[in-house]
Antibody, heavy 121, light 107 residues
Framework: EVQLLESGGGLVQPGGSLRLSCATSGFTFSTYALSWVRQAPGKGLEWVSGISGSGDYTYYADSVKGRFTISRDNSKNTLYLQMNSLRAEDTAVYYC??????????????WGQGTLVTVSS | DIQMTQSPSSVSASVGDRVTITCRASQGISSWLGWYQQKPGKAPKLLIYAASTLQSGVPSRFIGSGSGTDFTLTISSLQPEDFATYYCQQANSFPLTFGGGTKVEIK
C-alpha cells in the first residue's frame, strides 16, 4: 500500500525557516517523481515544487523560487521541502504527492494527509 | 506560465443530474491535463489523467475530454458522494498550474 506522511509543519514567524518532510512507503521511491502542493485556508490548490526520481531535476513555482528548496533522500524514501524567508502568504496546508515513474508524467496519484504551516508573528 | 481557467466556479445540482465543468489553458497543452476531486479536509484525489484516461478505481460516470486548450469534465449522473470541489491541472510544462476549482453543491 502506497503511503505518504508529511511532518514538520507548525507556527513560524515571518522571515523564518521550516523544513517539511514526507516519509513514504509502498513503492519504489527512487523511480518516481514527487511534488509539493499547497492550499491556503479556504483557497484552491497551488503547485509548489517538483523533483525527478533521481533528484537531478527540480522545479519551482515562481512564488517560491529562490526561497524554497526541494530535495529527496532515496536511501530513506523521504522527500523534503526547505522553506526559508517565509511570508504570511506561505500559510497553507502542504501536501506531498507522488507522480509518475521516471518523470514520465506529473499526475499525482497518491497524496499525503497534509501538514499545516502558519506564518505569523 | 500557463494559466488554467475553470468555469463555472460553482454549480448547484441534484442527484442524477449531468454536470459539466470546463477548463481552458492559456496556451496549448496537448492532452497533458489532469482532473482532481477534493472533499473538505481531505487531500485531492486523481480522477482523470491525459485529459481522458480514467484513473484506476474511479467510476465510469466521470468522463474527461478535450485537447489543446479546451477541456471538459463531465459527471454523467451525479451521485451523493460526488459533491466536492474539482480542479484541473496542466502537466505540460513547469511550473505546473491548477485551475481555480469548481465547487459542486447540492441543489
Amino acid at each position: 500500500e502506497v503511503q505518504l506522511l508529511e511532518s514538520g509543519g507548525g507556527l513560524v514567524q515571518p522571515g523564518g525557516s521550516l523544513r517539511l518532510s514526507c516519509a513514504t512507503s509502498g513503492f519504489t521511491f527512487s523511480t518516481y517523481a514527487l511534488s509539493w502542493v499547497r492550499q491556503a485556508p479556504g483557497k484552491g490548490l497551488e503547485w509548489v515544487s517538483g523533483i525527478s526520481g533521481s533528484g537531478d531535476y527540480t522545479y519551482y513555482a515562481d512564488s517560491v523560487k529562490g526561497r524554497f528548496t526541494i530535495s529527496r533522500d532515496n536511501s530513506k524514501n523521504t522527500l523534503y521541502l526547505q522553506m526559508n524567508s517565509l511570508r504570511a502568504e506561505d500559510t497553507a496546508v502542504y501536501y506531498c504527492a507522488k507522480g509518475g515513474p521516471y518523470s514520465s508524467n506529473w499526475y499525482d496519484d497518491y497524496w499525503g494527509q497534509g501538514t499545516l504551516v502558519t506564518v505569523s508573528s | 506560465d500557463i494559466q488554467m481557467t475553470q468555469s463555472p466556479s460553482s454549480v448547484s445540482a441534484s442527484v442524477g443530474d449531468r454536470v459539466t465543468i470546463t477548463c481552458r489553458a492559456s496556451q496549448g497543452i496537448s492532452s497533458w491535463l489532469g482532473w482532481y476531486q477534493q472533499k473538505p479536509g481531505k487531500a485531492p484525489k486523481l480522477l482523470i489523467y491525459a485529459a481522458s484516461t480514467l484513473q484506476s478505481g474511479v467510476p465510469s460516470r466521470f468522463i474527461g475530454s478535450g485537447s489543446g486548450t479546451d477541456f471538459t469534465l463531465t459527471i454523467s449522473s451525479l451521485q451523493p458522494e460526488d459533491f466536492a470541489t474539482y480542479y484541473c491541472q496542466q502537466a505540460n510544462s513547469f511550473p505546473l498550474t491548477f485551475g481555480g476549482g469548481t465547487k459542486v453543491e447540492i441543489k
